[in-house]
């Protein structure tokens, strides 16, 4: 089977929201009527995380778990579901429901003559001093190194044609930047403004020290992007899959 679409979440400690999480994701696709999958991507958590994903892929053929061997960070997640996806389109979301899934149909509708189109979280759930100033000033030099002007590439809620995320080798916090990186595979880009809610359960996992990181990439980011379409010799590992499952049809 080659789904139409695959979905694909990270999550780390997020054991309150795997269950929500996979009913408003699949209340969403099943009513888009194209065929799926979802591949949530576990990666290291200690929490009950785990044998949450494992009860929900029990039950349903779409839902596929990989689950690391350790805590590899959010690119690796994504990395792994890239390289596992079989759709033709590939749509990427947090796993704390601060996305919402329903705007999946909007952003896929967006995506039939575009390569990629990216969530922008316009009327943010996140504090103003810590989160949302530094991601403006972050997101307008990210557009003057790139090329790509965007308001906001740190949304996860995205939908990228699978051929311009599946060769880039990625390295470790690539993921803010993957609209640059993807673009150079397939340059018609959109944005789309997206709903963004709260954190209800568990904790984020970044702070501060993520915004000094930032600016560092941003200062290189040409060479980052090059580096992702280019990368030659063994690639280094990004990440070590301990566990793979599957839902197995009924
Ligand atoms: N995440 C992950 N690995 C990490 C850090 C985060 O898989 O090392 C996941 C996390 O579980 C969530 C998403 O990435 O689903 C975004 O993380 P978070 O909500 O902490 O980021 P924020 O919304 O605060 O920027
Ligand atoms: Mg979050």
Not at 34 to 60: H, K, Q
Not at 175 to 193: I, T
Not at 222 to 242: D, F, K, S
Request: proline share 6%; net charge positive; with cysteine.
């Amino acid at each position: 089977m080659t789904p139409d679409i695959s979905v694909v979440v990270p999550l780390y400690d997020e054991e309150s929201n795997v269950e929500p999480l996979y009913h408003e994701l699949t209340a969403v696709m099943r009513a888009l009527d194209r065929s799926y999958e979802l591949i949530l991507v576990d990666d290291g958590s200690r929490d009950g995380t785990f044998p949450r994903l494992a009860a929900v892929c029990a039950r349903d053929p779409h839902v596929r778990v990989i689950r690391f061997s350790r805590n590899f960070g959010q690119t690796a997640a994504f990395a792994a579901g890239f390289a596992h996806a079989r759709g033709r389109w590939i749509v990427t979301s947090d796993g704390d429901l601060q996305n919402d899934p329903a705007d999946i149909p909007r952003l896929l509708d967006v995506a039939r003559d575009h390569d990629i189109v990216c969530g922008w979280r316009k009327y943010r759930k996140d504090a103003y001093l810590t989160r949302q100033l530094p991601s403006v000033v972050a997101n307008w030099l990210l557009g003057i190194a790139s090329g790509i002007p965007l308001h906001d590439n740190g949304c996860s809620l995205k939908v990228f044609r699978a051929e311009v995320v599946k060769p880039l080798a990625l390295a470790p916090g690539m993921h803010r930047y993957l609209p640059a990186l993807a673009s150079q595979l397939g340059g018609r880009v959109a944005e789309v403004v997206v709903n963004h809610r709260p954190r209800r359960f568990g904790r984020s996992k970044y702070g501060l020290s993520r915004t000094c990181g930032v600016v560092c990439d941003i200062v290189r980011l040409r060479q980052l992007m090059r580096q992702a379409v280019e990368r030659t010799g063994p690639a280094p590992r990004l990440y070590e899959i301990a566990e793979m499952i599957e839902g197995a049809p009924h």
